[in-house]
């Protein structure tokens, strides 16, 4: 069938798994060193999930505060602000559980959904 490989996967699924697999394998090389990997990995895939350049570089105190802001119709709606919101929950998850990174990033948009549901703001 078109679309589908001799498993069976069509290609949306292939490309899922492959973001998976992507964000994984990211994950296990830039987490040598807890600490510095963290700040490593928030340097490097910063700028993919919103973060500028600036604010990639200094992410220690960034997520708590982020995390801790009211979740309203504008930050629903900011493209960075929503992403940022995303990639601090997804990171405080895969700590807190050590569940694979793909999924914890699954998990916070489903959570920020969710969040900007009950503000009012359908994303």
């Given at each position: 069938?078109?679309?589908?490989?001799?498993?069976?996967?069509?290609d949306e699924e292939r490309c899922k798994i492959a973001w998976e697999i992507g964000f994984d394998e990211a994950m296990?090389?830039?987490?040598?060193?807890?600490?510095?990997?963290?700040?490593?990995?928030?340097?490097?895939?910063?700028?993919?999930?919103?973060?500028?350049?600036?604010?990639?570089?200094?992410?220690?105190?960034?997520?708590?505060?982020?995390?801790?802001?009211?979740?309203?119709?504008?930050?629903?709606?900011?493209?960075?602000?929503?992403?940022?919101?995303?990639?601090?929950?997804?990171?405080?998850?895969w700590e807190k559980e050590r569940i694979r990174f793909g999924?914890?990033?699954?998990?916070?948009?489903?959570?920020?959904?969710?969040?900007?549901?009950?503000?009012?703001?359908?994303?």
């Amino acid at each position: 069938m078109p679309g589908e490989d001799e498993k069976g996967l069509t290609d949306e699924e292939r490309c899922k798994i492959a973001w998976e697999i992507g964000f994984d394998e990211a994950m296990r090389t830039c987490l040598g060193d807890e600490k510095k990997g963290k700040e490593t990995a928030f340097k490097s895939a910063g700028p993919l999930l919103g973060f500028t350049e600036s604010e990639s570089n200094d992410v220690s105190g960034k997520c708590s505060a982020i995390l801790e802001k009211a979740i309203t119709k504008d930050l629903c709606f900011d493209f960075r602000g929503i992403r940022q919101w995303v990639m601090c929950r997804a990171w405080e998850l895969w700590e807190k559980e050590r569940i694979r990174f793909g999924d914890a990033i699954g998990r916070a948009w489903d959570e920020i959904k969710d969040k900007c549901r009950g503000a009012g703001a359908y994303i």
